[in-house]
């Protein structure tokens, strides 16, 4: 466990608006109350301001998140492209459905840049039903491909429900033959919106046996990180000092999005002078009277303060609260549309992006030959023996899709279906992507991968503590 | 067609990647299954 907060923050999470184009039924943030409410956000003056001071005090790591942050598209990329270059590692949470090719070619330029995209399941049925807006899977799933088509650093991120748990590995299966580098499977948590629901819950044992069942039948390429237990990481915040900090929408700062206590405005205070009452405050008796009462009834939801769905308590302010925070449980919420499967088949989409994305091969000596061709990478000396239709594949993928490679073993194996042909080429370029010896076409010169996507706000670097059953 | 007028069909294998050396370990002769004849 930290004992103690460093003298300066490690990294910052930017919650650069309260709004969203989703209706979310889980949202953690509450964004479709605050959409409905017209809640305002910082403006765009403040946010870089703000994003100067963090780069004063040396952060190394940055979230931009909303609401939806590409709702402010240019003030987002604009940050996020802000602090690239000065070297912190950045990651962009969205739903995706604003990400067009143009906004992925700005994105494309952002070095080290990891983007996070919300897809739940495998159909618009299961994925638009727990966002309540039709047509949001099939934007999240365009989004993956345009980030995939330029080699952008990327997640998929699953709020699993016990709607989505059955069609889990289906959505693992159909996510890793998109080309989906990693993804990172959580439960419900019990904050924000979420906690006017019932019923979320999803044993873990299940959860973690069917992305078990997936790596045994598809291997490890796909990294798989299952979230399990934020929320009940809570009653151990209060002894776990705090490296990061959350800027929410009106500048409230925050340890963290599990906590609903503020230590002052980022704008009126100061994120420095925020950063120290955190240092000197993050052990306040409250905080522990709070934490205490989770783990006393195991319920976030019943707690006092629930963090996103109650207003913050500021632990600077010495003002009397009167009864405290308002907890936001009969606002007015939008409505949402009912969702459908609609004309889209889902893994047949899923199949002809992949099949369309093109790769180019990087520049490397071939030799041998027969049942050992050695391909040597010119940039690192790296060497893979490939046989004879992995050869084939990569000759083939040189500014060309896996349909040309496809179209040319065809050639050469007419007695072959075209549906092994093709899974057997999709399958060889995301391993020879892998291995760095092609890259998407669509990726600037000198491209490199993404080695590890981390996002400061989230308890996973605590060891050995887990959520109850 | 071959010139003994049989087909010249070639057999089908799946794809096949493996590692054969790293960047600070020529391994493909560490390994004993270079392709090259070492020279003396």
Same mark, same amino acid.
């Given at each position: 466990?930290?004992?103690?907060?460093?003298?300066?923050?490690?990294?910052?999470?930017?919650?650069?608006?309260?709004?969203?184009?989703?209706?979310?039924?889980?949202?953690?943030?509450?964004?479709?109350?605050?959409?409905?409410?017209?809640?305002?956000?910082?403006?765009?003056?403040?946010?870089?301001?703000?994003?100067?001071?963090?780069?004063?005090?040396?952060?190394?790591?940055?979230?931009?998140?909303?609401?939806?942050?590409?709702?402010?598209?240019?003030?987002?990329?604009?940050?996020?492209?802000?602090?690239?270059?000065?070297?912190?590692?950045?990651?962009?949470?969205?739903?995706?459905?604003?990400?067009?090719?143009?906004?992925?070619?700005?994105?494309?330029?952002?070095p080290g840049l990891s983007v996070?995209?919300?897809?739940?399941?495998?159909?618009?049925?299961?994925?638009?039903?727990?966002?309540?807006?039709?047509?949001?899977?099939?934007?999240?799933?365009?989004?993956?491909?345009?980030?995939?088509?330029?080699?952008?650093?990327?997640?998929?991120?699953?709020?699993?429900?016990?709607?989505?748990?059955?069609?889990?590995?289906?959505?693992?299966?159909?996510?890793?033959?998109?080309?989906?580098?990693?993804?990172?499977?959580?439960?419900?948590?019990?904050?924000?919106?979420?906690?006017?629901?019932?019923?979320?819950?999803?044993?873990?044992?299940?959860?973690?046996?069917?992305?078990?069942?997936?790596?045994?039948?598809?291997?490890?390429?796909?990294?798989?990180?299952?979230?399990?237990?934020?929320?009940?990481?809570?009653?151990?915040?209060?002894?776990?000092?705090?490296?990061?900090?959350?800027?929410?929408?009106?500048?409230?700062?925050?340890?963290?999005?599990?906590?609903?206590?503020?230590?002052?405005?980022?704008?009126?205070?100061?994120?420095?002078?925020?950063?120290?009452?955190?240092?000197?405050?993050?052990?306040?008796?409250?905080?522990?009277?709070?934490?205490?009462?989770?783990?006393?009834?195991?319920?976030?939801?019943?707690?006092?303060?629930?963090?996103?769905?109650?207003?913050?308590?500021?632990?600077?302010?010495?003002?009397?609260?009167?009864?405290?925070?308002?907890?936001?449980?009969?606002?007015?919420?939008?409505?949402?549309?009912e969702a459908k499967d609609g004309?889209?088949?889902?893994?047949?989409?899923?199949?002809?992006?992949?099949?369309?994305?093109?790769?180019?091969?990087?520049?490397?000596?071939?030799?041998?030959?027969?049942?050992?061709?050695?391909?040597?990478?010119?940039?690192?000396?790296?060497?893979?023996?490939?046989?004879?239709?992995?050869?084939?594949?990569?000759?083939?993928?040189?500014?060309?899709?896996?349909?040309?490679?496809?179209?040319?073993?065809?050639?050469?194996?007419?007695?072959?279906?075209?549906?092994?042909?093709?899974?057997?080429?999709?399958?060889?370029?995301?391993?020879?992507?892998?291995?760095?010896?092609?890259?998407?076409?669509?990726?600037?010169?000198?491209?490199?991968?993404?080695?590890?996507?981390?996002?400061?706000?989230?308890?996973?670097?605590?060891?050995?503590?887990?959520?109850?059953? | 067609?071959?010139?003994? !007028?049989?087909? =010249?069909?070639? +057999?089908?294998? %799946?794809?096949?990647?493996?590692?054969? !050396?790293?960047? =600070?370990?020529? +391994?493909?002769? %560490?390994?004993?299954?270079?392709?090259?004849?070492?020279?003396?």
């Amino acid at each position: 466990m930290r004992e103690h907060a460093p003298s300066r923050p490690v990294g910052a999470k930017l919650e650069l608006l309260y709004a969203c184009n989703l209706r979310c039924t889980f949202c953690y943030t509450d964004s479709p109350r605050h959409t409905v409410a017209g809640t305002a956000s910082l403006a765009d003056g403040d946010w870089r301001r703000l994003t100067e001071e963090l780069l004063e005090l040396d952060i190394v790591e940055a979230v931009v998140t909303g609401g939806e942050p590409l709702m402010r598209a240019d003030l987002a990329l604009e940050l996020v492209q802000r602090l690239a270059e000065e070297g912190v590692g950045v990651t962009l949470n969205t739903n995706g459905w604003f990400l067009d090719d143009e906004i992925a070619d700005r994105l494309a330029e952002v070095p080290g840049l990891s983007v996070h995209v919300s897809i739940d399941g495998p159909s618009p049925r299961v994925h638009d039903a727990g966002r309540g807006v039709p047509g949001s899977w099939h934007r999240a799933v365009l989004a993956v491909d345009r980030l995939l088509q330029r080699g952008i650093g990327h997640q998929v991120v699953s709020v699993v429900t016990p709607e989505v748990l059955p069609l889990l590995e289906q959505h693992l299966a159909l996510m890793s033959r998109l080309g989906v580098d990693s993804m990172r499977i959580t439960p419900v948590a019990e904050i924000g919106a979420a906690a006017r629901l019932r019923g979320q819950h999803v044993p873990r044992k299940k959860l973690l046996d069917a992305i078990e069942r997936h790596r045994r039948s598809h291997g490890e390429r796909m990294r798989i990180s299952a979230q399990y237990g934020n929320v009940g990481l809570v009653p151990v915040r209060d002894r776990v000092a705090p490296a990061a900090l959350l800027i929410r929408p009106n500048g409230s700062v925050l340890t963290d999005s599990q906590q609903p206590f503020s230590y002052g405005n980022a704008v009126s205070d100061g994120v420095a002078e925020c950063w120290e009452r955190i240092r000197r405050g993050w052990r306040d008796p409250r905080i522990s009277e709070w934490a205490g009462s989770i783990q006393r009834s195991g319920k976030v939801r019943d707690a006092a303060v629930v963090p996103y769905l109650s207003d913050e308590l500021d632990l600077s302010s010495t003002e009397d609260g009167g009864d405290g925070p308002v907890k936001h449980l009969d606002d007015p919420l939008p409505r949402r549309a009912e969702a459908k499967d609609g004309p889209v088949d889902p893994p047949e989409l899923i199949r002809s992006l992949a099949l369309a994305r093109a790769y180019r091969r990087e520049p490397a000596r071939i030799g041998g030959g027969e049942r050992s061709t050695y391909v040597r990478r010119l940039s690192d000396g790296r060497i893979v023996r490939v046989n004879q239709t992995a050869l084939e594949i990569l000759e083939a993928l040189d500014d060309a899709s896996c349909a040309d490679a496809v179209e040319r073993l065809a050639e050469r194996y007419p007695g072959v279906s075209r549906e092994r042909l093709a899974d057997d080429a999709l399958d060889t370029a995301a391993r020879l992507l892998d291995r760095g010896f092609v890259r998407p076409a669509g990726a600037p010169e000198g491209h490199r991968r993404l080695a590890v996507a981390t996002t400061p706000d989230l308890p996973d670097a605590i060891p050995g503590v887990d959520s109850a059953e | 067609m071959s010139a003994d !007028g049989s087909t =010249d069909e070639v +057999a089908y294998e %799946a794809p096949e990647i493996e590692e054969a !050396g790293g960047e =600070d370990a020529p +391994a493909v002769t %560490a390994a004993g299954d270079s392709p090259y004849q070492e020279v003396p």
